[in-house]
């Protein structure tokens, strides 16, 4: 059953805008790429805005790693709209099929 959609946005899709623009750039989607795959790395720069990664400085260098729960938040508001478009797409395959 679909759920009613709000006039207001949910924090979870407020907070996940700044997520998916942060992924949108082709250099920190490449860098969180790399922090998945190799872990923890020191990098020159890399914005924390969107909380997609934390930084501790030892010496001259941050070390960056990569915010899981910041991921799987956007994985779930993913989730989230992938149902409401299975759910959509079910009912016009219906509405087709008669």
């Known amino acids: ?14 907070g996940s805008a700044a997520v998916f623009g942060a992924l949108g750039d082709e250099t ?3 860098l969180v790429s790399r922090l998945c795959d ?4 020191s990098i020159a720069r890399l914005t924390e805005d969107a909380g997609l990664v934390r930084a ?3 010496g001259r260098e941050s070390v960056w ?3 899981q729960k910041r991921l799987a938040e956007a994985r779930r508001y993913l989730d989230q709209i992938s149902a409401q478009w ?3 797409l079910g ?6 099929e008669r």
Not at 1 to 14: F, G, K, Y
Not at 91 to 96: A, D, E, M, P, T
């Open 1 to 14: 059953m679909p759920q009613p959609h709000s006039a207001r946005p949910s924090v979870a899709l407020t």
């Open 86 to 88: 299975d759910d959509a």
């Open 65 to 67: 790693q990569l915010e």
């Open 91 to 96: 009912r016009l395959k219906k509405f087709v």
């Open 56 to 58: 501790t400085r030892r």
């Open 38 to 41: 190799d872990g923890p790395m």
């Open 28 to 30: 920190r989607l490449r």
